[in-house]
């Protein structure tokens, strides 16, 4: 399964359509700020949408967080505001162990970051609106094993 993962757009669906048409994902991840620029995504391209509210989605109903399960993995997603991302990792993964996430996305900080945890693959696509440097991620689930790549937005 091929999912593309975006966070903080901050109204710039354009950027994320593009890479969902080149890449052609199974499913789309948003991870909050400007939630409903997932719908609007979801809209234009046809790919199903899960999305979480970030810190600038206050009148949207998106939830906090969503735990799901997809090709045998748990996947936990949030915007991150409300674990203190920008300080500590620790609550966060905290709460991601404690829910037996094999997979932990986040965003907020506008910073991509990859790495594997003991069991836990966690995930940040960076920014795929604003700021200097500009990302997302694909992610591929396949076997019950996933791997993500981070993708530069130029």
Request: aromatic share 4%.
């Amino acid at each position: 399964m091929k999912i593309a993962v975006f966070s903080d757009s901050h109204g710039d669906v354009s950027t994320m359509e593009r890479a969902v048409n080149i890449w052609q994902p199974d499913l789309i991840l948003h991870l909050g700020d400007h939630a409903s620029d997932a719908d609007s995504l979801a809209a234009r391209t046809g790919v199903p949408v899960r999305r979480v509210r970030g810190n600038c989605d206050l009148a949207s109903r998106a939830p906090d967080s969503d735990l799901f399960e997809l090709g045998g993995l748990r996947i936990m997603m949030c915007h991150g505001h409300r674990f203190g991302v920008k300080d500590s990792l620790d609550p966060l993964i905290s709460s991601a162990d404690f829910s037996k996430a094999d997979i932990l996305l986040y965003g907020h900080t506008h910073q991509s970051h990859i790495e594997r945890i003991g069991h836990m693959l966690v995930i940040n696509p960076g920014s795929s609106g604003t700021g200097l440097h500009t990302s997302w991620v694909k992610l591929t689930i396949a076997d019950g094993e996933a791997a993500a790549e981070l993708v530069s937005i130029v």
